[in-house]
């Protein structure tokens, strides 16, 4: 109705040129805000205005970083195509945005012939009408469909939330409760702390009464004995008294008073025998021994009482400080539960919100071309070079560097970009051929020194060389890569005298910052053309043995970019970009620190720690390498363990480098090789060693760590490797992938699979994957894209397709693979990522355990066993890790299926590693 009642505007075709676009330019920037340069380029690349060439500068220039200035320059472009660059823009917005049309022109969009310019035959618009209008009606059946699921996710998680909101009601009422039992818990604390103190107090005072009454009875004994010794000499006193009154009343004789004295001196002796020891005071001795016994007495039974007592209260304080660290850890449990449900609220929130928001913004039509990325790799794919062959297949070889991976936040881990690691398409293989730029060639002349960075070199020129010592370089030299990324900035090469150049500059950085010039020596040549810190050194150009090298360095490690710096030993030209906030930012991050490389490894060998700074790393580890020169480490890597689950460093350490890593994997295959059978079927049982080469180059880039004097292919003079040759890789280079749904399953070996996968598939959140019958036409077509995975029958036409897998993906559910190894990397080209499993056999007794179900599907014993010593064989070629069952870990299906289900709920939760596939 609204376009109904829009007045007509003037008519297009009778309109100048100037007038169109004075038209176009009026509403600049409404096309600008609300229009999708992807969604109109079709058109306009059918109607011949625009090229391939300029569609490709619209959606991969990296100057226009958003749509609106990509749909501006699209505009730039139209407006030298003239009339008929504006009224094909015309066209195709009547066709895709007819509301902008309108406000635009002034006129109802409409799809008869006598609309279009003409510029399209009748024939090829209607054509373009028609796949319009099917692309619209898929996209909105997917969007309907995705509105849907949403819908029921939202659901689900509303539900979800509706139980973390009563848990966290249960966690604030157990918090209440726990703040009402510390109360109580401190109240009565606080009593038993008065007790005890009153408790103390009546025991001194008792202490103190107990003394006192022992003073005082050795205070009463003491008065007895004065009492007694008073008496004593009160008695004699009155016999003196009465002798000597006897004695005035009678007068005795001389022989009577010597009777007398005898008698008193007998009686002074008797009295003096009985004062030294009489019953009186034996007796009074003996009361004091018995009260002495029983004051003893009394005080031990007090002292076993007090012994009694301390025990009790040490019993009852340790039972408090019991009762209070348990308190305390249901404190720490309650919050660490409040802390989990509220992170898990927070991301479901956060996901909802997410997920509410892409579903209002679904793309209307296919996205654009990703932007090109820098390849990081020890050795990046190339197809344009072939080499060795090795028994198990072709291998492309890998370098160590990196590429920035964003941080775990959970925007990223659905919004991140996909790489290109390669390009598959027959298409598009013979461009990459064309834009191959060597990292290390020969330059024929003098004068092409002085050529742009971005000038093309051959590839066959590298090849021919054999002037550099192949005894110490590393691999960025020695191999060819296609060039991901246009230096746009301003670039300064300064040509001088770089006789031991190390000792002019010193640099910082790495693969992930860049190499900078850190320091440069004062009255040094360097210093007299005027290079300064904070430089970036983009690539190296020098002469040798006569003939001229060029090194890029742009995105090397620093041990890579020192090694290629001391090279130089004469005339040289660097190549400089100043970018001093990279510069300074890298200063600030790592503290003065000389490196800023950052790579993620897969180690293909097992080392052991031997040293107390070295890392112990096992086969198949993942590894983060941050410094490739580390100070006080000879030929080592800075590098830590990855989380399985999340993107954090955790032990970290000294690890050898790739040359010394190089040597000790060829001295532990030398070592298995000389070991009787017994110890390798020992050894075997935990593997120790991941045979990784780089055969397929016709170049080998990683012989040169293989020192042999007696190989020819080894010495300063050659310039290539032999084609026969077997180059081990002792880390190869993995990314990190997020799965954002669940991820498909696949098991092993087939025949076992094959047995397992109608089970598994049974238990809830798991779905067989079903073929689908296709056409001639439409088998062809797809086998073409790479998306039939496999077969059913030989020459027939059902097949497990990609589209199969997706579906069963999009319902949130794990989708059982019934195929073999051989999907693997169309499933990756995919950015879908199985889950392996491996049942591994220990001679037969797993084939017994499942004896009647192989039988049953028609197969024997000896078939499993020989299927799978050839399928684990290929496990090592994978591009990705795998998990494998240990035949001692389950003893009937069942519990294998158990067993299955949890391996498979824990790969689930883990980061995917991909390394470039090398087959």
Sequence with gaps: MAAECVPEGPDLKEMGEEDVWELINDNRHRISLGVKPCMLIPYLRQARVLTEMDEDEILSCLKLNNSSMRTSHMLDLLRIQGRNGAMALLESLMIHYPTIYTQVTGRKPSTEPSGFSGLIKYSDLTEYLVKALTGMQKELKEARQEASRLGSRCTSLEAQLGQTLERQEESRRLKADHGRMRKNLAAAHHDILKLKDEKCGLYARYTAVIEERSAANIHCSDLNLQVYQLQFELRKAQTETDFERQRSLKCPTPSQTQRLQEEISALHRQLLVAEKFTPVREDILGQDLVEAR??????????????????????????????????????????????????????????WESQGSSSDSLPSSPS?????????????????????????????????????????????????????????????????DVLLDNDFVFIPGGNEVEQSVMSNMPSCQSNNSDGLSRASAPPFLLRSRPRAMRITGRVLTISFQGEALLSQLQVVGGNKTGVFVHQVTEGSAANTVGISSGAQILEVKYEQAQQALRMVLEDTTLEEAMWALGQVQGFCHLSLRPNQDAYEKLLLQSGEAMSGDSFYVRVNMTLLGGSQDALSVSCNDILHVTCTLPAGADRSWRASHVHPCQLLDLKTGNLPNYYRAQRLLISAIEDMSIQPMALRKARDKKKTVRIVSTGRQGRNPLWVCVEDSKDKSTGPGDGSAPRGCLTLMPYTLVTPHYPPVCRPILLLPTILGRVLDQKLAEWQGFQLCEPELLSSSEHAARLQRSEVLEECEQGGQRCYTLQSVERVMKQGTHCVLPLGLDCVRRLHRAEIFPIIIFIAQSKSRAARKLKSKVQRQGWSEEQLLECSRSEESLLDKLPCLYRIVSPDSWDDKTTLLTTLHSIILEEQKKIVWVEPDLW
């Excluded at 007090?302 to 025990?311: A, G, I, K, P, T």
């Excluded at 009852?316 to 449990?333: N, P, Y």
Aim: hydrophobic residues 25%; glycine residues 2%.
């Design 294 to 351: 029983d004051v003893h007495i009394e005080l031990a039974e007090q002292l076993r009482c007090y012994r009694e007592e301390n025990e009790q209260l040490t019993r009852e304080r340790q039972e408090a400080c019991r009762s209070r660290d348990e308190a305390q850890a249901q404190i720490a449990r309650s919050l660490a539960e409040k802390d989990t449900l509220r992170s898990a609220h927070t991301e479901w929130k956060f996901s």
């Design 368 to 432: 654009p071309r990703p932007r090109l990325r820098r390849m990081h790799a020890i050795c990046p794919d190339s197809d344009s070079v072939r080499g060795c062959n090795i028994k198990s297949g072709d291998i492309t070889p890998s370098s160590v560097r990196s590429q920035n991976v964003e941080p775990p936040y959970p925007e990223s881990l659905r919004t991140r970009e996909k790489t290109l690691w390669y390009n598959r398409d027959s298409s598009e293989t013979a461009e990459c």
